[in-house]
T-cell receptor, first 115, second 109 residues
Framework: ETGVTQTPRHLVMGMTNKKSLKCEQHLGHNAMYWYKQSAKKPLELMFVYNFKEQTENNSVPSRFSPECPNSSHLFLHLHTLQPEDSALYLC??????????????FGPGTRLTVL | GQNIDQPTEMTATEGAIVQINCTYQTSGFNGLFWYQQHAGEAPTFLSYNVLDGLEEKGRFSSFLSRSKGYSYLLLKELQMKDSASYLCAVRDGDYKLSFGAGTTVTVRA
């Protein structure tokens, strides 16, 4: 596997379910990100981890809980979601060098539907 | 807050040129990125500008004017495979990227 992978690619869950999204990067990067992409809206940054430490939480509701056990893996734990949380959830990674040219590389995303 | 504007949709003919404009008002500026996203796929990196001027990469070029808060992505010799959404993003700090809503380009035969 190369690049950034995400599993599952599609997920349907009820509002009372608990599920987790997984992201893995094979690029040797130090920073990882979770984004939410809704139709016709800009990508919304949710969380940033740099060297396993959370450096950004963009006012995300507590029903989304990130976990970064190491620089290669990132999880997003989901519980008691709402239908408006249905979206494409994208993971990205970057080398983590502070500064402008730190390019983010994206995974294919998990298409989440909350019933 | 951050404000990044780009047109919603553009249509062009195969072999033609299309220019996608992006204007931004952000609290800081540490570079501007363009990404391409095909439907159902990951955004892929196209270009990065931090200094004023034009950066050329094959059929794609990106321009930046920091004083005007303006960038454009120029796609030349359009091909059908260029039909996609093009995302403008500004880095306003160390890591955070703020994205525009994207411009959907449709290439017609």
């Amino acid at each position: 596997e190369t690049g950034v992978t995400q599993t599952p690619r599609h997920l349907v869950m009820g509002m009372t379910n608990k599920k987790s999204l997984k992201c893995e990067q094979h690029l040797g990067h130090n920073a990882m990100y979770w984004y939410k992409q809704s139709a016709k809206k800009p990508l919304e940054l949710m969380f940033v981890y740099n060297f396993k430490e959370q450096t950004e939480n963009n006012s995300v509701p507590s029903r989304f809980s990130p976990e970064c056990p190491n620089s290669s893996h990132l999880f997003l734990h989901l519980h008691t979601l709402q239908p408006e949380d249905s979206a494409l959830y994208l993971c990205a990674s970057s080398p983590g060098t502070s500064g402008g040219a730190d390019t983010q590389y994206f995974g294919p995303g998990t298409r989440l539907t909350v019933l | 807050g951050q404000n990044i504007d780009q047109p919603t949709e553009m249509t062009a003919t195969e072999g033609a040129i299309v220019q996608i404009n992006c204007t931004y008002q952000t609290s800081g500026f540490n570079g501007l990125f363009w990404y391409q996203q095909h439907a159902g796929e990951a955004p892929t990196f196209l270009s990065y500008n931090v200094l004023d001027g034009l950066e050329e990469k094959g059929r794609f070029s990106s321009f930046l004017s920091r004083s005007k808060g303006y960038s454009y992505l120029l796609l030349k010799e359009l091909q059908m495979k260029d039909s996609a959404s093009y995302l403008c993003a500004v880095r306003d700090g160390d890591y955070k990227l703020s994205f525009g809503a994207g411009t959907t380009v449709t290439v017609r035969a």
